[in-house]
């Protein structure tokens, strides 16, 4: 029940996240909100491996966490190195 | 009841963000959420047991081809061209091809579904055999290394083929343009050295 609860406000946070990257003023709002679904979405996986009893999904949610990050800064790399003098796109 | 829940979530997500990849016109939000779409697949994976999938979608869809989209951005105008007409055709053709998916998934077994096909051919020998055979814990590890050995390791070479092909030809051209600067560079100072002198 209390894991349930936790994936509810997972999934509500989630949804907030998508709304936020989907408007997002800015392309910076749009990275973090997508960053943040990632993290969100690792936090996910933890619950519901904690939840069925298979605490070994946390090691999944350890390499989605690296991929996550690398994503994002593969993503902030691209920004510095091309986009710095084009100030229209953000 | 929890598992079937958090699918029905994932999936609605998925078709949420795949709107949004549609409708968006700004390439770098296209391919953040597209990141963002493939990690949500993969945790959908993870949901239906599927582990190893998701590990290679997690890998492959949000790590390699997010960063490949991006290296590719780099030739291209950060917005996409405005359409002005819309392509009949190939939208009715999708819907088309659409439908037809979905009438031929109504035939496939039901998930899980002992009786499947799938679960009737090698697979109870995989399951009976491999672990007193190997002592290999996870079955998908065991016939991927042990009975598909060969097959594994071909694919490895394909791989580690294509990989070394990949970074002999960016790493060349990076190369070779640092030489080209170092050269001018070291032209410059040589001229400036002599206006000096």
Partial sequence: MMFAAVLLACAV???MLVVRAAKGPTAFDRILAVNSI???????????GFALGRPEFVDISILYAVLNFLGTLAILRFYRSSAVDNEDIV | MVEFWVNVFLVALLVVITFYIIRLKTLIAIVALSGAYSLTAAAIFVNLDAVDVAFTEAAVGSGISTILFLAALRYLPLEEA????????????CIIVGLMLIIAAFE???FGDPNAP??????PRYIEESYPLFHIPNVVTNVLAS?????????????????LGV????????LSMRFVKIENDLDKTNKTSKEDA
Avoid: K
């Fill in chain 2, 118 to 123: 799938a679960h009737l051919h090698v697979a």
């Fill in chain 2, 108 to 110: 496939l077994p039901n």
């Fill in chain 2, 147 to 163: 009975y598909r050995g060969f097959d594994t390791l071909g694919e490895v070479v394909v791989v580690f083929t294509a990989g």
């Fill in chain 2, 82 to 93: 405005h359409q002005t007409r819309y392509p009949r055709l190939s939208l009715s053709l």
């Fill in chain 1, 38 to 48: 990632g993290t969100v979405i690792i936090l996910g996986i933890s619950l519901h």
């Fill in chain 1, 13 to 15: 946070s989630i949804v």
């Fill in chain 2, 167 to 174: 970074i002999t030809l960016l790493a060349g051209s990076t």
